[in-house]
Nanobody, 127 residues
């Protein structure tokens, strides 16, 4: 029903920046909140950032707060993750996810609050 495609990943030196995009499509008229998660090799997928449909609510994991910025352009059906001051520990596959409605759940950091997931885009930060 909803398809999500991430892009913008790549290899960057520590201290550098990347901007990830997630384009949504599908035969649905439902608005939805969005989240970004990441998964490093051998580790579980963890929450990074989330945003409501209106952009009125934004949430960040402590590990990325102050460095990452989530935003969206609803006219383009796209959500972004601007990543600055990247560290080697940011290396992971980054996934975008769509929630069930336009609002952020109080459990926005939990994977089960999101119904649709993209294929992921690799971010590698070298030291």
């Amino acid at each position: 029903q909803v398809q999500l495609v991430e892009s913008g990943g790549g290899l960057v030196q520590a201290g550098g920046s990347l901007r990830l995009s997630c384009a949504a499509s599908g035969r649905t008229f439902r608005n939805y909140a969005m989240g970004w998660f990441r998964q490093a090799p051998g580790k579980e997928r963890e929450f990074a950032a989330a945003i409501s449909w209106s952009s009125g609510s934004k949430r960040y994991a402590d590990s990325v707060k102050g460095r990452f910025t989530i935003s969206r352009d609803n006219a383009k059906n796209t959500v972004y993750l601007q990543m600055n001051s990247l560290k080697p520990e940011d290396t992971a596959v980054y996934y975008c996810a769509a929630g069930r409605d336009q609002y952020l759940s109080t459990s926005y950091y939990e994977r089960h609050e999101y119904d649709y997931w993209g294929q992921g885009t690799q971010v590698t930060v070298s030291s």
